[in-house]
C-alpha cells in the first residue's frame, strides 16, 4: 500500500482544515487506517483510526469532537476533518495504514510522506 497525503496548511486558531490520504493498492479496504501528528521536538503521536469496515473513529483525548476520521474505500481515500484547530494541533500530519487499527504507531507498516499543519494564535 502507497499513501499519499495531502490538505495541509497555514490555518488561525479557529478554523478548519481536511486532510486527504490517497491509497494505492486494491487491498486498501483491508486496512484500518489512522492518523498520526509529529510536532517539532517530540514523539509521533497518535490521532485517530478508523477501521476497515468504517464507523465512527477512535480519536485521542486531545482532538475528540474537533477532529472528524472517515473513509471511502471507492475512493480509496481517508480524510481527517479538523475543526477548531489549536496552536497546539500544528505539526507534521502522517496517514498509516494497518490491519489491526493499533494506537501505537509502531504497529503501522505504510506511510505516507506527510502534511504540514500550522496554526496560528
Known amino acids: 500500500v502507497q499513501l499519499q497525503a495531502c490538505g495541509g496548511g497555514l490555518v488561525q486558531a479557529g478554523d478548519s482544515l481536511r486532510l486527504s490520504c490517497a491509497a494505492s493498492g486494491r487491498t486498501f479496504s483491508s486496512y484500518s487506517m489512522g492518523w498520526f501528528r509529529q510536532a517539532p521536538g517530540k514523539e509521533r503521536e497518535f490521532v485517530a483510526v478508523i477501521r476497515w469496515s468504517g464507523g465512527s473513529g477512535y480519536y485521542a483525548d486531545s482532538v475528540k469532537g474537533r477532529f472528524t476520521i472517515s473513509r471511502d474505500n471507492a475512493k480509496n481515500t481517508v480524510y481527517l476533518q479538523m475543526n477548531s484547530l489549536k496552536p497546539e494541533d500544528t505539526a507534521v500530519y502522517y496517514c498509516?495504514?494497518?490491519?489491526?487499527?493499533?494506537?501505537?504507531?509502531?504497529?503501522?507498516?505504510?506511510w505516507g510522506q506527510g502534511t504540514l499543519v500550522t496554526v496560528s494564535s
Open positions: 498509516a495504514a494497518d490491519l489491526t487499527g493499533a494506537r501505537d504507531p509502531r504497529a503501522y507498516h505504510y
